[in-house]
């Protein structure tokens, strides 16, 4: 309260400090706040922004996990959400009600790479003085900086490309410092912010500082207090990883490009989500928003069945049958069964998940080696 | 706090504690663009030791209502109109940049109501490059930026350096510019270039007053404080090594420092 500084490594900490500047500065934004894991980023942001009876409105295409803690779990403790489809501007909208405090998507939906439309989406937020939150793990500030296009808050699974090796688990939740949580008509929306906290000196966030507001309130009641912080030894292996992001993130969308081509032109592949394609419904807006590529992760349909979809996936070689995203080694999943097996057959359609759709994480490996693994295994399995 | 002055309401934080009119009283005047947030480190310790500490939103800054005074001298007026308002006989004044120069200007004008002087990063004449004001009057961002990278020192321009955690130095000072309305800046940078009474101010301030310079500080260069500290009749300086102009957010435990020295607390 006297001095600023470090106090506990649970509330911060010089590592995980320079980690929060450097994402901060490459976002645009203000300052960040390092979590333990990306769900507890977006878990973080969410309960600073408001408490039971309150809702929110979701794109319907997001990570399993993300899923998950906004159509189950949150429920359980009053946070209700209502999932759109991220397409549909005008269901934004209608979604919203008196008690929406926050409105969510991913910059790229997972698994069917959805572009969201982040300047009308955030403009449509803003109209009815809501902050909008865009989960950024897919693109990277080196593919899109979301505050750019009208974003309040981003927030990172600092594991997949931020890292870049698959070895820690960590998450980032950015701040623009854009919204103002004190303008008429949206103080009262968020009291966290703009009223007295007895939690801490009855300090009044939005009061302290006109622009950090919302970082104050979580990282001094929420991390202080749900306690979901970095270690400091990941925020150093993610400081290790950010070091070498362009490099990476170019060689992982020249690969996927690669991939994307070859497997768009076999003919056991149906169709292939790809937003650089012409052939995605996101094309256009993908060349707007996300010039430099639309990132390294994306799905495929078999012309077949989910017995050749699993035998596909065990002839692979090179690629590594994972969950996980953006690594530098190429991964595979199958997400019907794994990450987004807890959703019902309804909500796999709405996601746009059929049993055939193969998800690809494209890493850095030769793309030779990589379209020889891939046409072996799509032999194999139309066999 | 809110309070009117002039029929126009006035904003200060006080480090959420309540103002009482019996305890000795700071007020803090922010520089060009900028809000009392600037000072939440320094004003909020007073606030729990025993002092009105008064962060001041400036008219037409923050939360404060009116146009933003056109002339230091017309701030320093203003200084002398919120010490009425306040209902207290005097107080003392911590002021930064142009806040410093309407300080120094009310102290000159008014000496009876200021009891202590404390100027961070004062300078005397205070002129401003034509191409920053040419940006500022044509609402253009780039005369944010301009500022933004002459505001601090190389080692405060490093991400990882904020004393307080996890919020980026540089994001932070652009963004709390780029809420002030257009035009602001402009004026408030125009007041800057025209004031010209800065050393004759000095040698008709009769409080003790204090001097916090930074050693790297290129929007006003120690050289340029030298006049004016030499007017002065009871100073002390204080100068901080690989600082800046933005000291208190680059060195807000020296900066708490010096004041505390300085004001007592």
Known sequence: MERAGHVYSRLSNPTCAVLEERIAALEGGIGAIATASGQAALHLAIVTLMSAGSHIVASRSLYGGSHNLLDYTLPRFGIETTFVDPRDLDAWVRAITPKTRLLFGETLGNPGLEVLDVPRVADLAHAHGLPLLVDSTFTTPWLMQPFEHGADLVVHSATKFLSGHGTVIGGLLVDSGKFDWNADGVREKFPTLTEPYAGFHDMVFAEESSTAAFLLRARREGVRDFGACMAPMTAFHILQGIETLPVRMARHVENARAIAGFLREHPFVSDVGYPELPTHPDNALASRLLPRGAGAVFSFNLRGTREQGRRFIEALRLFSHLANVGDAKSLVIHPASTTHFRMSDDDLRRAGITEGTIRLSIGLEDRADLVDDLSRALAAASK | ?265
């Open chain 2, 1 to 265: 706090m809110r309070f009117d002055v002039g029929g126009n309401a006035v904003y200060a934080y006080t480090g959420t504690r309540p103002f009482d009119a019996k305890r000795s009283t700071v007020l803090f005047v922010h520089g060009a663009a900028n809000d009392h947030g600037v000072f939440a480190l320094q004003s909020r310790y007073f606030a729990w030791h025993g002092v009105n500490a008064v962060a001041l939103d400036l008219p037409g800054h923050g939360r404060s209502a009116g146009e933003a005074p056109a002339s230091v001298e017309a701030l320093a007026d203003w200084l002398h109109d919120v010490v009425d308002a306040l209902g207290v006989r005097e107080v003392s004044l911590v002021g930064h940049s142009l806040g410093a120069l309407a300080a120094l200007e009310c102290a000159a004008r008014h000496p009876g109501q200021i009891a202590r002087l404390a100027l961070l990063g004062p300078s005397a004449p205070m002129p401003v490059s034509a191409d920053l004001l040419a940006a500022a009057a044509a609402n253009d961002h780039v005369a944010y930026e301009l500022i933004n990278g002459w505001s601090f020192a190389p080692a405060s321009q490093l991400s990882g350096g904020n004393r307080l955690p996890g919020v980026w130095m540089l994001g932070n000072a652009m963004r709390l510019m780029e809420r002030t309305p257009d035009g602001v800046l402009a004026t408030d940078l125009a007041a800057c270039n025209a004031y010209a009474n800065g050393v004759e101010a000095a040698k008709h301030v009769s409080c003790p007053t204090l001097v916090v310079l930074g050693a790297r500080d290129v929007m006003a260069p120690m050289r340029n404080a030298k006049a004016l500290i030499d007017a002065l009749a009871d100073v002390r300086t204080v100068t901080l090594p690989d600082t800046g102009h933005s000291m208190m957010a680059e060195r807000p435990d020296e900066v708490l420092d010096a004041l505390r020295s300085f004001l007592g607390s």
